[in-house]
DNA sequence: CCCTTGACTATCT
DNA sequence: GAGATAGCCAAGG
């Protein structure tokens, strides 16, 4: 275990914890958040270095897909554990929070129905 | 040292 | 949108 290593997994696992249940961060968000742009991809080997659980599966791709091959077991597990928590996807990408209309485009478009 | 490897990203075609 | 390309950077061979 490298110096680098133990302030990095350190500074990792604490903003990936913090991920709030039914949102998701990108690598390079993780990574700068922590104190360490540029590294994003270091960001899974830190996670997988964690002893205690983390919320690794809301760490996602900048573009919203998920990082494993698509219906392999890392992606499938990733997925079902996200759409537990409500996340929702479109095809292959997660709906973004604040873009998810499944409660406001009617009204933001046409008013309140009520 | 040099080269390859990633659960990555931004920018072109 | 799908590829290709070029940066990125610590680790391990």
Known sequence: MTEFQAKFDQA????????????????????????????ARMVSKAMSRSVEPLPWYRVIRSDYTLAFEVGGVGYNKQRSKLEKEGVRFMG???????????????????????
């Open 92 to 114: 292959k990408k997660v709906v973004p929070v604040e873009t998810d209309d499944s409660a406001g485009l009617d009204a933001l478009l046409w008013g309140p129905t009520e």
């Open 12 to 39: 990792i696992w604490r903003t990936v914890s913090k991920i709030k249940p039914g949102r998701v961060m990108s690598y390079g968000q993780v990574a700068r958040a922590a104190g360490f742009p540029r590294h």
